[in-house]
C-alpha cells in the first residue's frame, strides 16, 4: 500500500470495457503503469464479460475489433491465441461472449503491468490535494480517478408480480427455465433488450402470452457512408431483421402491445403474473463525501478536479445532424470519447 505522500498518479475504478480503455490510453498517453492503481472486485470484464454474455451484439464486430487494436498497450496486435471473434464476418454482429474473450485476455495482460487490486471502492474522499479511496481492507491514495463503475437496470416496482430480473431475461437457458406454460408475462420497454426478450420468449418458452408495454414506436438505426441514424437508440443487427419481421409485418399471436400509459396498466396488468422490466439503466453510485449524486459534464466527463467519469454509467452527450440528442453508450465509442477527453483529464487533474 502507499503512503498518502506517495499517492498513485492514477485509480481506475472498474475493469468493465471503459476500464480497460482507461487504463490503456492511460499508459499511452506516457502515465508509468506501476503509478496506475486498477480496482474491481472481480476483473470478469464487467456486466459486459458477466451478464449480458448471450446477448447479440447491437455492434459490429469490426467495431469490437477497432477497440482492441485501439490502444497499443493492449498490445492486441501481437496476440496468438484463436478468438472465435476473428473467423467472425466483420460485418456481422455476434454473441457479446465473442466480443469479451479478447478483453479477458488485454485484462490480464494489463493487470500485470499496472497495480490491480481486486476489490470494492466504498467511498471516496478529497483529502490533501488527494483522493482517498477506502477499499473492504484498505485506504489508498491518488491524484487522479477514473470511475468506470457501469450501471444497474432500473426497475418499476409494479406489486403482485413476480419480477424477472433482466440479467436471468437476457439468457435464453435461464429465462426458459423461469417460465411455465400458464405465465402471461409483461415486458416494459421497446429497446434493444426488450426485443431480445421477446423474441427469446416467443420462440424458445413455452407460455401463454407477452404483453409488451411501450412508450414509443420501435425505432430502428439507418447506415449512411458516414453516419448512423439513430446509432445509439435505434434497433440494430439480427434484432432489428427480427423486430421488422415479427413485430412491424406479422406479429405473433402471443404477443400483444400497448402504449404503457395509466388506463392501459391499470386494465391490462392484473391479467399478468410475471414482469420484465427493460427501461434503460442508472449509473452504479460509489459514495464521494460532499455530493449527493455523481453529476458530470456530459461532454467532457468532468466530475470534480481529479474526478472523471467514463463508460455506460457517464456516457458521453451527443446531438446527430438533426439535432436528435442521444448518450454514446459502446465500446467503440467509449474510446472514440476517451481518445477526445483523456488530453483535457491530464491537464485538469488536482
Ligand atoms: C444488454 C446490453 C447489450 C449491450 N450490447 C452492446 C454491444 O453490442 N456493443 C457495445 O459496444 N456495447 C454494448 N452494450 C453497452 C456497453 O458496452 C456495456 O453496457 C458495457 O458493459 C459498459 O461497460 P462499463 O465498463 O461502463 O460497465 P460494466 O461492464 O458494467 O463494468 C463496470 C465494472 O465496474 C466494477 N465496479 C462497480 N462498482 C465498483 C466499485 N465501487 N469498486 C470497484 N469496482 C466497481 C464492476 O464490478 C464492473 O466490473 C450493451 C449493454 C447492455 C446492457
Redesign the pocket.
Known amino acids: 500500500m502507499k503512503c498518502p505522500s506517495l499517492p498513485y498518479h492514477w485509480a481506475v475504478?472498474?475493469?468493465?470495457?471503459?476500464?480497460i480503455a482507461a487504463v490503456g490510453k492511460l499508459i499511452d498517453y506516457g502515465i508509468p503503469p506501476q503509478a496506475i492503481a486498477w480496482?474491481?472486485?472481480?476483473f470478469?470484464?464487467?456486466?459486459?464479460?458477466t451478464k449480458?454474455k448471450q446477448?447479440s451484439?447491437?455492434?459490429k464486430v469490426k467495431?469490437?475489433t477497432k477497440f482492441y487494436e485501439s490502444c497499443q498497450a493492449f498490445q492486441y496486435t501481437s496476440v496468438n491465441e484463436n478468438f472465435n471473434i476473428t473467423h467472425a464476418d466483420p460485418e456481422d454482429?455476434c454473441l457479446?461472449d465473442l466480443?469479451a474473450a479478447p478483453l479477458r485476455w488485454i485484462t490480464d495482460k494489463l493487470k500485470n503491468e499496472v497495480q490491480a487490486i481486486q476489490?470494492?471502492?466504498?467511498h471516496l474522499k478529497l483529502i490533501d490535494k488527494s483522493w482517498r479511496l477506502t477499499l473492504d481492507n484498505e485506504e489508498i491514495y491518488a491524484k487522479n480517478v477514473i470511475l468506470?463503475?457501469?450501471?444497474e437496470p432500473k426497475s418499476l416496482s409494479f406489486p403482485n408480480l413476480q419480477e424477472i430480473p433482466l440479467e436471468t431475461a437476457?439468457d435464453p437457458d435461464k429465462l426458459m427455465h423461469t417460465c411455465h406454460h400458464e405465465d402471461c408475462i409483461a415486458i416494459f420497454g421497446s429497446s434493444?433488450?426488450a426485443i431480445i426478450i421477446i423474441k427469446t420468449l416467443i420462440e424458445e418458452c413455452s407460455i401463454k402470452k407477452i404483453i409488451n408495454f411501450y412508450l414509443e414506436p420501435l425505432r430502428y438505426a439507418v447506415y449512411f457512408d458516414d453516419w448512423i441514424l439513430f446509432d445509439d437508440t435505434g434497433l440494430k443487427g439480427k434484432t432489428a431483421e427480427w423486430a421488422r419481421k415479427n413485430i412491424d409485418h406479422i406479429p405473433s399471436e402471443k404477443l400483444e402491445r400497448m402504449i404503457s400509459n395509466e388506463e392501459n396498466i391499470r386494465l391490462t396488468l392484473p391479467s399478468c403474473n410475471k414482469v420484465i422490466y427493460a427501461t434503460g439503466?442508472q449509473k452504479?453510485l460509489?459514495p464521494v463525501d460532499g455530493m449527493q449524486t455523481l453529476e458530470y459534464n456530459d461532454n467532457n466527463g468532468i466530475i470534480a478536479p481529479g474526478l472523471f467519469g467514463?463508460?455506460?454509467?457517464f456516457p458521453e452527450a451527443k446531438r446527430d445532424r438533426y439535432g436528435t440528442l442521444e448518450y454514446r453508450?459502446?465500446?467503440?465509442?467509449?474510446m472514440e470519447y476517451l481518445n477526445q477527453v483523456m488530453p483535457i483529464w491530464l491537464k485538469y487533474g488536482i
Open positions: 475504478v472498474g475493469a468493465g470495457p471503459a476500464g480496482l474491481d472486485p472481480e470478469k470484464v464487467g456486466d459486459f464479460g449480458w446477448v451484439s447491437n455492434t467495431l469490437f454482429t457479446l466480443a476489490e470494492k471502492v466504498q468506470a463503475t457501469g450501471a437476457l434493444h433488450s439503466f452504479r460509489v467514463l463508460g455506460i454509467a453508450v459502446g465500446l467503440w465509442k467509449f
